[in-house]
């Protein structure tokens, strides 16, 4: 009677929940958006939940058919897959808290294409391993419950302690962790997301740990505690369908469904952009900027909310900076900042706080939608070395009205959609342009700032305010922001690239060792490269080959790029770049521009030295020797190497692709790099 009970309930809810893990499945391959992050991490969880759930099923209808329970080496097999599926689903789920966590917690510094991988490796290698194990010892087989899992009486048993000491705590701290982001954020949407998500943590483990424990407690008593084991056949049968009923409750679904079954056209809620955009902008085509900006139709929730997120900090941002720039500050006064003497060390060392709060923002006189969502709105920025960078945008002729222009917030509002999938470039650092590209905000990471104020920042302003043509792009302020748990480290700076001044862009190093952004078969010139994207030396070298200019530009180019170097060279700073623009039309008064040789090829180049705030410290010593145990590497190749050999190859490399004229003789420019290299050797 217990085994006919047994195979009831897995062929029955067993059943439900296979199908229903087969529905979310094909709807994940069916539509594209909800394969958008992390939606990969959702669907390997539910193909492992719903192999899992279909061993259920399979148990039972072996047995109504045939009247006996699988062979022990059938069983068997079943039990590595299983228990390979089971390891992986927890993993996975895991996984998905971890992202959640982060989004939460570094919004900007967000990195899924790196981790993704890191992810898929740690969840299989591990279920592998178990598996291997299992295998090797035999320990899979027949289970306390009856079906094809961990053979009762082995060591594998003790598996089941994993959860117990890893997932479960981790999804209780996940939990914790939720309510209290539910308590104090300001978005509805992302609070509803956040209870979603909890709901699908703890569904998960109630419905699997009474299994747990069952097989446990009956590995050391003997005993199949009776109804207690009806209760865990039940809830692991179930557990796919108490999951993947959460799965499809999320709108995504609701809306596909209707859409097939009835071509139906309505509104879904927007998310925490749009709802700020409402009735505030007007598209090109006269719609509002809630059609023509909306996301994906077909996004799922998390990827709305990690979008919602994302732009809320950026909208934090913005705010943060339009106050900054707009309160007064008595402690600095304009004969200060336009000073051209000395300046002491104390400067360097000075910050200035500011604790804004919600009638700092009514003070903008920003539109009425976007003052009441900050209506609960309290940040604190810290200015650093404030006097000094005043200085050095008096010297570039930027005021703070130019700044409040360039960010102002309702300016900057499609731009903020527009940037929303872009989370940064090298090493995770988060980007965000002014809406006329004169101006953008980065992430820096704390060794960066270290460098930056302690290292650079003397020897910089002096070096920019005594060399004016320096090809260095130019950093205008740093602050730090600390709003609803965050912490960021943003540095202002000014582009090199006027608004649609250059149509391909370069970042040239002089390495190439993984300097390669595009497969080269089929792409002959630069005519075949698309806009969007920054190619790399190996890239230029294929393409583009020269950069043709006048001889005396040549010569000029040298200079300052020389004179830039050397600054870097005597602080130990290494991995900087030639940010190179390819550009469609003359940019006048502009000191990153210069003439090309002749209109054949193109009108110009846009060139500026970024990235300079790498030191080479001993997390780059140890690059340098584990990329010297590659086969086949030479050590000129590596990006990553000690800043006085970097200088000179990056010399070098300059050299090697300025040319006069196409086809010419570049001997004279030789001579001059060998006269340079020559001093900096003596």
């Known amino acids: 009677m217990t085994k006919l009970y047994k195979m009831c309930i897995y ?4 059943l439900a929940s296979f199908l229903a893990g087969i529905v979310i499945i094909y709807a994940y391959l069916k539509i ?52 390979y599926c089971f390891i992986m689903s927890w993993n996975y789920s895991l996984c998905l808290s971890i992202e959640v966590l982060l989004t939460i917690r570094t919004p900007t510094k967000r990195n899924y294409s790196k981790l993704a991988p890191i992810y898929h490796f740690i969840c299989n290698a591990f279920a592998l391993a178990i598996l291997i194990a299992t295998l090797v010892t035999e320990a899979a087989g027949k289970s306390a419950t009856g079906s094809c899992f961990i053979r009762e009486g082995t060591w594998a048993v003790k598996l089941m302690v994993v959860p117990f000491a890893i997932y479960f705590p981790f999804s209780i701290f996940t939990v914790v962790y939720s309510c209290i982001e539910i308590q104090r954020s300001r978005s509805e949407r992302l609070r509803n997301f956040l209870l979603k998500h909890c709901l699908f943590l703890v569904v998960y483990t109630l419905f699997w740990i009474p299994i747990s424990l069952h097989i446990e407690i009956t590995d050391d008593t003997g005993d199949n505690l009776g109804c207690f084991l009806y209760i865990s056949i039940f809830c692991a049968s179930a557990s796919g369908l108490a999951i993947n009923t959460v799965r499809l409750s999320d709108p995504v679904f609701i809306r596909y469904i209707k859409r097939k079954l009835g071509g139906l056209h309505f509104r879904h809620a927007p998310d925490l952009v749009t709802s700020i955009l409402t009735d505030t902008q007007q598209g090109e085509s ?90 609960k709105f309290y940040c604190k920025v810290t200015e650093w070395a404030p006097l000094v960078f005043r200085n050095l945008r008096y010297v570039e002729g930027i005021t703070d009205d130019d700044l409040l222009r360039s960010f102002d917030v309702a300016l900057n509002l499609p731009a903020i959609k527009k940037n929303t999938g872009n989370r940064g470039g090298r090493s995770s650092a988060f980007f965000y342009f002014s809406y006329d590209k004169k101006y953008f905000i980065k992430t820096i990471s704390k060794q960066e700032q270290k460098v930056l104020l302690s290292l650079l920042l003397p020897e910089y302003h002096t ?11 130019r950093t205008l302020g740093f602050f730090s922001l600390k709003v609803q748990g965050i912490h ?14 250059h149509k391909i862009a370069f970042d040239l190093k002089g390495s190439r060792l993984d300097r390669q952004s595009i497969k080269h078969s089929g792409v002959m010139s630069t005519k075949d490269l698309i806009g969007d994207c920054i190619y790399k030396d190996l890239d ?119 040319s006069m004229e196409p086809n010419e003789n570049k001997n004279s420019l030789i001579s001059e790099i060998t006269f340079c290299l020559c001093v900096i050797n003596n």
């Open 463 to 473: 070096h920019i305010t005594t060399h004016p043509n320096s090809l260095i792009a």
């Open 488 to 501: 960021l480290r943003l540095l202002l700076m000014q582009n090199i690239f006027p608004l649609n001044s």
């Open 286 to 375: 006269g719609m509002s900027m809630v059609e023509t900006t909306r996301m994906s139709f077909y996004e799922s929730s998390y990827t709305h909310v990690f979008n919602t997120i994302f732009a809320d900090t950026v909208l934090n941002m913005l705010m943060a900076f339009n106050v900054v720039f707009k309160k007064s500050n008595k402690e600095i006064d304009r004969v200060n900042f336009e000073r051209k003497d000395s300046w002491s060390v104390d400067f360097y060392k000075q910050f200035y706080v500011y604790e804004i709060n919600p009638d700092d923002i009514f003070r903008l006189g920003l539109d009425e939608v976007i003052s009441v969502h900050f209506k």
């Open 540 to 658: 230029f070298l294929h393409t583009q080959k020269y950069v043709y200019l006048p001889y005396d530009d040549a010569l000029f180019l040298k200079q300052r790029i020389y004179d830039d170097v050397q600054l870097f060279s005597k602080l130990n700073i290494m991995d900087y770049s030639l940010l190179l623009g390819i550009a469609e039309d003359p940019v006048k008064d502009w000191r990153y521009f210069m003439q090309a040789a002749t209109s054949e090829y193109e009108s110009g180049y846009i060139m500026g030295i970024i990235d300079y705030l790498q030191i080479y410290n001993k997390a780059k010593k140890f690059e340098t020797f584990s990329k010297n145990l590659r086969i086949g590497i030479k050590k000129h190749e590596i990006s990553s190497i000690c800043s006085e050999e970097y200088r000179d190859r990056f010399l070098k490399f300059l050299d090697s692709i300025v």
């Open 11 to 14: 062929s029955s809810v067993g």
């Open 32 to 83: 594209r958006g909800l394969r958008k992050h992390p939606g990969m991490l959702i669907l390997w969880q539910c193909v492992a939940q719903t192999i899992i759930d279909g061993q259920w099923a399979y148990t039972a209808f072996y047995y109504w058919i045939t009247g006996s329970e699988p062979s022990d080496i059938a069983c068997q097999i079943q039990g590595l897959i299983s228990l």
